[in-house]
């Protein structure tokens, strides 16, 4: 399976970097370790994660409060959102109009 990430959910992961590393020098870093670890558990098991809408599944990040908000369109992974949990609920919604 490819995984493939739309544009504002590259921004999100982009931005929370740089963001932790600005509080503390290499947390950056171990955000983007956990996104990793749980694309490849995505990439696993696309189908464990919990449907929050049709088609649409969010799987928690195990030490960062977000969420990896996806959908599978034959044979890749399509990266909606990485949601604070914190945020507004659904802000993503209207991207899955794109």
């Known amino acids: 399976m490819k995984v ?3 544009k504002p959910a590259q921004s999100e992961v982009d931005d929370s970097f740089a963001w ?3 509080q503390s020098r290499g947390l950056g870093t ?5 996104v990793d670890r749980t694309i490849r558990r ?3 098991y ?12 969010r ?3 195990s030490r960062f ?10 044979g890749t992974i399509i990266i ?3 949601a604070h949990l914190h945020r507004e609920p659904r802000y993503w919604i209207d991207r899955l109009l794109e």
Request: net charge negative; aromatic share 12%.
């Open 30 to 34: 171990q955000f983007l370790d956990d």
């Open 42 to 44: 995505i990439l696993a």
């Open 65 to 74: 409060p977000y969420g990896i908000i996806y959908g599978i369109d034959s």
């Open 4 to 6: 493939r990430f739309l």
């Open 80 to 82: 909606v959102a990485v």
């Open 20 to 22: 932790y590393e600005s």
């Open 46 to 57: 696309p189908l464990s994660s919990v449907e929050i809408e049709q088609d649409i599944r």
């Open 59 to 61: 799987c928690l990040l």
